[in-house]
């Protein structure tokens, strides 16, 4: 943990940095990974916080913000040195300041290309207009929005496409769906991403069988994790008779971010708790990860959870039953059952 240890700089994804509870003994923070919030920049600008910005195609960081109190919007910042920044129209062309366009960056460290991909390659690098010196003389077009302000510093706004960041992964939500169509009982479907309360961003998936013989979550997970990692799996899934069309007959993505989680697919048979210990964990675990009703049986991992949820399940075990497990325990017993018996009181202090 990053609590009360006397390390002076980290780096942290912001959902990861709102999830924390208690005071970080730290002289500096840098927020990387994904957009965070204005309030979130405010409420640590006092640890000299500092919001990144810059795709992994261009050495990690192209842009870098020192986060102040008085800052009235989320600032990525300026470019660092080396790096140049241009804000585009679809005819890469240069926009004045206030107005939104593509982010395309020009860097010393700047990537070669995507591998075995000549086609993407050529789209996002491409020959810079403004520069022919090298190494300046390619530019990479990162598909995010955003403006220049007049103070000089650049705003992220959203990204163009249907690109979103999870826990600090840049995830296609089209490619799990192309993987969720390969199965033959499913005829249609379509992933998208929902925040929770907490500003966490998390996947959902919608299908449509082509029968009425349908699929389990937990068979539907398999198929996924056969070709995807873990962290593009959705974390809910729903069965539909059909999509729900809007006035130009179009998937109406806002009214399925509407539906009831409470109808999604079980992620497996609900196995009530059977011990008082079991019972006390229950809803520790539907509070973390925001589902209810938790079985016993049911997998963290497959309801939601991943390793930045961790410690916090692990404080809030230690709060509410003064007991604890370690990270690697949730991993070898990701259910509340199996979890339960390695749960051992924490040691008093004297």
Not at 67 to 86: E, F, H
Not at 235 to 241: G, K, M, N, R, T
């Amino acid at each position: 943990y990053l609590q009360n240890k006397p390390y002076t700089m980290a780096t942290i994804i912001p959902s990861r940095l709102k999830s924390l509870t208690h005071n970080l003994m730290l002289d500096k923070i840098i927020m990387a990974g994904e957009s965070c919030s204005l309030a979130l920049m405010r409420k640590w600008s006092t640890k000299v916080t500092l919001n990144v910005y810059g795709p992994t195609e261009t050495a990690i960081c192209a842009t870098a913000h020192y986060c102040l109190p008085k800052d009235s919007y989320v600032s990525i910042g300026r470019p660092l040195a080396n790096t140049k920044i241009y804000i585009l129209n679809d005819q890469l062309q240069p926009l004045p300041i206030g107005c939104i366009g593509e982010i395309c960056i020009s860097v010393i460290g700047l990537a070669t290309g995507y591998l075995n991909q000549p086609t993407l390659t050529a789209e996002k690098f491409i020959y810079n207009p403004f520069c022919n010196h090298p190494p300046y003389n390619r530019l990479y077009r990162s598909g995010d929005l955003g403006r220049f302000w007049p103070d000089g510093n650049l705003e992220f706004i959203w990204r163009m496409d249907q690109q979103v960041k999870i826990r600090g992964f840049r995830i296609e939500p089209d490619e799990i769906t192309a993987c969720l169509l390969t199965h033959p009982r499913i005829d249609q479907a379509l992933v998208l991403s929902k925040e929770n309360t907490e500003h966490e961003k998390y996947l959902v998936a919608f299908i449509v069988f082509k029968t009425k013989q349908t699929l389990s979550a937990t068979q539907l997970i398999a198929h996924l994790k056969q070709t995807l990692p873990d962290y593009m799996i959705p974390a809910l899934f729903f069965v539909l008779e059909h999509f729900p069309l809007n006035q130009t007959g179009k998937i109406d993505r806002a009214q399925l971010r509407r539906l009831d989680e409470q109808n999604a697919l079980p992620v497996s048979s609900y196995q009530p708790p059977e011990t008082e210990l079991q019972k006390q964990l229950q809803p520790i675990w539907s509070e973390l990860l925001h589902r209810s009703p938790i079985g016993i049986d049911d997998n963290f991992f497959d309801l939601g959870g991943h390793s930045l949820r961790i410690p916090s399940l692990i404080i809030a075990v230690e709060k509410a039953l003064h007991q604890t497990f370690s990270t690697t325990d949730i991993y070898q017993y990701p259910t509340i059952r199996a979890l339960a018996p390695c749960l051992k009181a924490i040691p008093s202090v004297s």
